[in-house]
């Protein structure tokens, strides 16, 4: 009797290990690379870098050249199709920018990923990308935004949609970003 309980909890303790071997590697898988060996897991290291910290969480949204990619979403259904030679720069958005760009999917952070072309699978933005960037309602140049403090910004709005582009600009532009201050 006492071997059969003693048996059966040893059973238990191995299933439970292995469930948590398997689910703890899948959310690492979701930022595995396109490489083989160590570059595989660079985004991975990136990650776990910036948890220590507190810059970003372990479930980050990866954004590549302007395309976010959700760990719940696209990541999990398609994986990030990305080697580590293509990656010109990762960045880490503060937490309070990545959520008034990208919604509360980014609560656990968000890295931008440039990479050294465009013709990476699913890119929406290029270098020739028109975007307008309004403060408030006046407007400012790229370098202009950059040098925003990220804790005066109230709110982001991206506006994609040509008809509501429209009430802002007539020219063609392929969006408007609309930042608000405290």
Same mark, same amino acid.
Do not use: H, W
């Given at each position: ?8 909890? &040893?059973?238990?303790?191995i299933?439970?290990?292995? @469930?948590?071997?398997? &689910?703890?590697?899948?959310?690492a !898988?979701r930022? =595995?690379? /396109?490489? #083989?060996? @160590?570059?595989r ?7 776990k870098? +910036?948890? #220590? ?5 372990? #479930? ?9 990619y959700?760990?719940? !979403?696209?990541?999990?259904? !398609? ?6 030679? %293509?990656? #010109?720069?990762?960045?880490?958005l503060?937490k %309070? ?8 999917? @980014? ?7 440039? /990479? ?6 699913? +890119? @929406?933005?290029?270098?020739? /990308? ?10 400012? /140049?790229e370098?202009?935004?950059e040098?925003?403090?990220? =804790?005066?910004? %109230? ?8 008809h ?6 007539r020219?063609d ?10």
């Open positions: 009797m006492a071997k059969d309980i003693i048996c059966n909890g &040893f059973k238990t303790t299933k439970l290990f292995l @469930a948590i071997l398997i &689910f703890g590697s899948c959310t !898988n930022y =595995l690379l /396109t490489d #083989k060996g @160590a570059d897991k660079f985004l991975i290291n990136i990650i870098e +910036s948890s #220590k910290y507190g810059e970003i969480q372990k #479930k980050p949204v990866i954004v590549v050249n302007g395309t976010p959700r760990y719940d !979403n696209e990541l999990k259904n !398609n994986g990030l199709q990305v080697s580590k030679k %293509e990656i #010109k720069n990762v960045e880490v503060k %309070e920018v990545g959520i008034g760009i990208y919604g509360e999917s @980014a609560k656990d952070g968000v890295l931008l990923l440039t /990479t050294r072309s465009t013709n990476i699978k699913d +890119s @929406a933005v290029s270098d020739t /990308t028109r975007l307008l960037i309004l403060l408030g309602d006046q407007e400012i /140049t370098s202009e935004m040098k925003i403090n990220p =804790l005066d910004v %109230e709110s982001i709005e991206v506006i994609k949609d040509r509501k582009m429209d009430q802002y600009t020219e532009y392929d969006g408007v970003i609309i930042i608000r201050l405290k």
